[in-house]
Structures are given as C-alpha cells and as structure tokens.
C-alpha cells in the first residue's frame, strides 16, 4: 500500500522570499515520487522526480526536492518564489514493484503575495 | 517518454446523456488509468484500464456508471454514462512506464453537465 500526505492545504509567501511544500510517504515498495504543478484551468506539468538516482533533484522554474528516507519527506523548495508560482502543487508517489498507479496527495494551493 | 493525446478536451452536455472519452499513447505501455478530478480537489483514481480484460475500479466507481475499454496497449476509452451535475469534473488519462516509474498525463477533459 502507499499514501502521500501534502502537510499544508495552503501556503503563503511573498514574492522573493522561499517556498517550502512539505509532503510525506509510505510506501511498501520502493519509492518514486514526483511533484505537479497545476495552473488555474491548466493541465499537470511535471515539476521534478527522484527515482532512485540522486536524492536532491532538481526541477523546472527553480524548484528542488529532497528525498530522505529516513524521514520519507519529499519536500518542495525553491529559494525565492515569483507571482507566476501561484498555483496548486501536487506530489506523486508511485510504488516499484507494486500497482504502478500514482496515488496523489490532497494539494497544496501555493498563494504568492507582491 | 510517452505523449498522451485525450479527446475531447472539453464538453458540455446534458443530464441523462453519457460521454466517451478517448485516450491515445504514441507507445506502448502496460499501466494505464483514468482519474476524477472535482472542482478544488486533489486527483481520484477510477480505474486501472487492462488491455484485454475489465477494468479493475476503486471504491465507489462502477462499470455501469463508467465503463472503460482497452483493446490494446495504446488506446483506451472512459464512458461517463448516464450523466448529472455532480459528474462535472476534469476526467484523465494516465500511463506509467513500468521500467523506470514514470507517470505521464493527458491534458484532461473537462466536463460540464448541464
């Protein structure tokens, strides 16, 4: 079985200050996860994935994630976040060896003020 | 990579019709699934489409009201059959490479019942 709990239905930040969408797993297999990131009436655009590779990915627009284990956290940052950020974050987690299905966290809606 | 192509990308209909749904991969691959997503929420799985066979449903989907067909590994339909205003949601499609656990995603299909 695998779950992904995104801890903030909504963060707020200022523009050009950090970001940081917390998101935990459990998974009986092991892991890939992935961030989304869905703007207002917009299709998922992949953000990053760790798949097994380097634990500290990086993705699109400035945004990394680090994966720990010991902690399974995937947690979303970017060191200083921009009015075009505003949107809904998604984090995936797919089991290796399990269904394969991507099991999607709640989101978390990422408001950006000027 | 695989690049999903899903039809119709939007639609209004009428309560007591149904709508099919279409979803294309340009290669083959062996996970392929249908998602709900309501207005404000987070992606619910529907179903697992299996090539050749019924689809396998979560809880709380049947295939009476969403009947899926998979004739081969590159092509599948969903059927929102019978339809009301509580079916309005984005409907998706998505296939996971089971080689390196990579998730990909149609655009969605909007649907609004009226």
């Known amino acids: 079985a695998q779950s992904v709990t995104q801890l903030d239905s909504h963060v707020s930040v200022s523009e050009g200050t950090p970001v940081l969408l917390r998101c935990n797993y459990s998974?009986?297999?092991?892991?890939?996860l992935f961030w989304y990131v869905q703007h207002p009436n917009k299709g998922l655009q992949l953000l990053l994935k760790?798949?097994?590779?380097?634990?500290l990915v990086k993705g699109i627009n400035g945004f990394e994630a680090e994966f720990k284990k010991s902690e399974t956290s995937f947690h979303l940052t970017k060191p200083s976040a921009h009015m075009s950020d505003a949107a809904e974050y998604f984090c995936?987690?797919?089991?290796?060896?399990?269904?394969?299905?991507?099991?999607f966290g709640r989101g978390t809606s990422l408001i950006v003020h000027p | 990579s695989a690049v999903i192509s899903q039809k119709p990308s939007r639609d209004i209909c009428q309560r007591g019709t149904s709508l099919t749904i279409q979803c294309q991969v340009d290669?083959?691959?062996?996970?392929m699934f249908w998602y709900r997503q309501q207005p404000g929420q987070s992606l619910t799985l529907i179903a697992t489409?299996?090539?050749?066979?019924?689809?396998?449903?979560e809880s709380g989907f049947v295939i009476d009201k969403f009947p899926i067909s998979r004739p081969n590994l590159t092509f599948s339909t969903l059927t929102v059959s019978n339809m009301s205003p509580e079916d309005s949601s984005i409907y998706l499609c998505?296939?996971?490479?089971?080689?390196?656990?990579?998730?990909?995603f149609g655009q969605g299909t909007r649907l609004t019942v009226v």
């Open positions: 995936v987690v797919i089991a290796s060896g399990g269904s394969y299905i991507p099991t």
């Open positions: 489409a299996n090539q050749g066979s019924e689809a396998t449903y």
């Open positions: 998974s009986s297999y092991s892991p890939s």
């Open positions: 998505s296939v996971v490479h089971s080689m390196n656990t990579e998730a990909f």
């Open positions: 760790y798949t097994s590779a380097a634990t």
């Open positions: 290669s083959q691959v062996t996970m």
